[in-house]
């Protein structure tokens, strides 16, 4: 017994014809015939009676039509899920994103994903770069949204989304507060809150800036998110560099936010898209379609390096 089987005995059914059958199913009535016989021979069963009056079905018809109709949508489905997997528009799709990612990139990113791609289900995970890329290494993520620069150990591929530099947060009631154009030497004398190591990107971006003007930053305390970098901030513990997204978390009126007028282009920040060249799938790269379409950068996917490592 086969789908084709399935498909003569409901049609069949819902005609009780058999040249009206035969016709649906663009065929001549004796093989229909024969493939009832044979159908009905294999189930050791009769599924319908054949008299003068025509055709009508038996209570085992009758019993087993809803599951033949049953069994034909759900392999049209299969074969419907199928065609929709090749293409990408359905599936899941693991993605892990910096807290950063959450002001700009994905309220953008997503909605028009899953409009374009409604079948395709997104589980996002948030997490930092450093574990992004050990989670796409071992493939427990398809996609990251991580920030960048990253270490050269990483084998993987960025489609940047989003360039920024850093700017400066400063309790509101300290002397840099008031000053209209901040530079990098005025931090020179200052304590930092910093990043700790396993914020790697930012730490690197942020050593290099205070470096690259010829000094090496006086660190007090550490911390792992920017969202605790600005808590400190706030509590008078220090200056901070920060991604310049962190002024859209929202109205601080214990933190003054300054740009820096000489900042280092070259100790600017990204966020990207990353993912393992060798395990690209459909999903994968319609995903990177839609997030190059709201993010153009006018550039090819890059390894993931970090200048000098």
């Not at 997204?245 to 000489?262: C, E, F, L, M, P």
Request: net charge positive; hydrophobic share 45%; with cysteine.
């Amino acid at each position: 017994m086969d789908f084709r089987h399935l498909r003569q005995f409901v049609v069949l059914a819902e005609t009780l014809n058999f040249r009206k059958a035969a016709e649906k199913l663009h065929m001549s009535q004796p093989p229909l015939s024969v493939s009832i016989r044979k159908l009905e021979t294999e189930l050791g069963v009769e599924l319908f009676h054949r008299g003068k009056n025509g055709v009508r079905l038996t209570k085992s018809g009758e019993a087993a039509l809803q599951d033949a109709r049953r069994a034909l949508f759900h392999a049209g489905e299969f074969v419907q899920s199928a065609r929709a997997a090749t293409k990408g528009e359905r599936g899941v799709l693991s993605i892990g994103f910096v807290g950063s990612a959450t002001h700009s990139i994905l309220p953008i990113v997503v909605p028009l994903f899953r409009q374009r791609y409604p079948g395709v289900q997104l589980i996002l995970r948030e997490s930092r770069s450093v574990q992004i890329i050990d989670a796409l290494a071992n493939g427990t993520l398809d996609i990251g949204i991580l920030r960048t620069p990253v270490p050269s150990r990483s084998q993987l591929h960025m489609q940047t989304l989003q360039t920024e530099n850093l700017i400066l947060a400063v309790p509101r009631n300290h002397a840099l507060a008031s000053v209209t154009h901040v530079r990098m030497a005025d931090l020179r004398n200052q304590d930092f809150i910093f990043y700790a190591h396993e914020a790697h990107g930012l730490r690197m971006a942020a050593l290099h800036a205070c470096e690259a003007h010829g000094f090496t930053p006086r660190i007090t305390q550490e911390a792992l998110q920017v969202a605790t970098l600005i808590s400190l901030v706030e509590a008078g513990l220090g200056i901070a560099l920060v991604p310049s997204v962190s002024r859209q978390s929202g109205s601080n009126q214990r933190v003054a936010w300054k740009t820096i007028i000489d900042f280092p282009s070259s100790a600017s920040i990204a966020i990207a898209l990353a993912w393992r060249p060798n395990d690209e799938t459909v999903l994968i790269r319609n995903f990177q379609a839609v997030a190059q379409a709201a993010f153009p950068q006018d550039r090819e996917p890059d390894p993931a390096t970090i200048p000098g490592e």
